[in-house]
């Protein structure tokens, strides 16, 4: 980790004019380094972190840049200033829209995301949430299973080589420092119902997450949703098995989903166990560079 004033000795000076995003910990801004290149710049600030859990924070931040997985938004620096306690976390830049984007393109012109390509998106985020559940990550032995905790569209981007990356990691913890939460964290719509009831939070919180992002793709609406955390859960318990052939997919993609998209996390699958559903198997690997999408 690197000290924050020396951010400009590897990129151009940050330009607030050059904001690319405003994420739940705080606002990502388009930078340059000296050879040209862009990236995004998390500029994160966390000054309301008690002084007792800054050095398990700033662990967390020095794990970002160990775990590298072909399904990861990679970490390049970490810049800090300990007197502010705020980061400037450097990270790969997309130029692409994320998944939140696409959905509402496709919503607002009433056409059908391919089926082809929520496949696509879901096997790869398995492979992703897999490496974040794992106590065994190569390149990173210090870090244990880990969740992400904030699996939603906006953090999920179909980059041009044909593979989707899942960014924003800062608000994941370590499995053996965090049972239960008092803090819902994620968008409401994505929010697992073990969270909106302050309950244990685990690897299988994720999966729910991803279930409705998946859902998203094939509804263009959440699963599920209610500005009131404890009108959602109700909400949740009450819905009927997920259904997403009347919008034009297949039975196969619904059986998935239904192993994702289950209430009581202890009868939830794992990644593992769905990364060896047939079809999630048969689209592992990049996607075409298009992912089937267009924008006309």
Not at 185 to 201: I, K
Not at 266 to 290: E, I, W
Request: aromatic share 12%.
């Amino acid at each position: 980790m690197l000290s924050y004033g020396s951010f400009e000795k590897y990129y151009q000076p940050l330009d607030k004019t050059q904001r690319i995003g405003e994420g739940t910990y705080g606002d990502v801004f388009r930078v340059v380094s000296h050879d040209g290149q862009p990236y995004a710049c998390k500029k994160l600030d966390m000054s309301s972190v008690p002084p007792r859990y800054r050095p398990s924070k700033m662990d967390d931040l020095e794990n970002l840049l160990l775990m590298k997985n072909d399904y990861l938004c990679r970490y390049h620096h970490i810049f800090y200033d300990p007197e502010q306690n705020r980061a400037l976390l450097v990270m790969d830049y997309f130029d692409r829209c994320c998944l939140a984007d696409i959905i509402v393109y496709y919503h607002a012109k009433g056409k059908q995301i391919p089926e082809d390509t929520i496949w696509r998106v879901l096997s790869h985020m398995l492979s992703a949430l897999a490496y974040y559940h794992t106590p065994f990550k190569a390149g990173a032995p210090k870090v244990n299973r880990i969740v992400h905790r904030d699996v939603k569209p906006a953090n999920i981007f179909l980059a041009g080589d044909g593979r989707a990356r899942i960014v924003d990691s800062a608000a994941y913890r370590m499995l053996d420092k965090v049972t239960v939460t008092s803090t819902i964290f994620g968008t409401l719509g994505y929010t697992p119902p073990e969270a909106l009831a302050m309950d244990q939070y685990t690897d299988k919180s994720d999966i729910w997450s991803l279930g409705a992002c998946i859902y998203a793709m094939c509804a263009k609406k959440p699963y599920a949703y209610n500005e009131d955390p404890q009108k959602l859960y109700d909400e949740i318990i009450q819905q009927p098995p997920v259904d997403v052939t009347p919008f034009g997919y297949s039975e196969d993609l619904n059986k998935a989903l239904s192993y994702m998209l289950v209430t009581n996390p202890s009868q939830r699958f794992c990644a593992n166990d769905l990364m060896s559903y047939p079809t999630v198997k048969s689209a592992s690997g990049p996607a075409d560079p298009t992912w089937g999408l267009s924008f006309d």
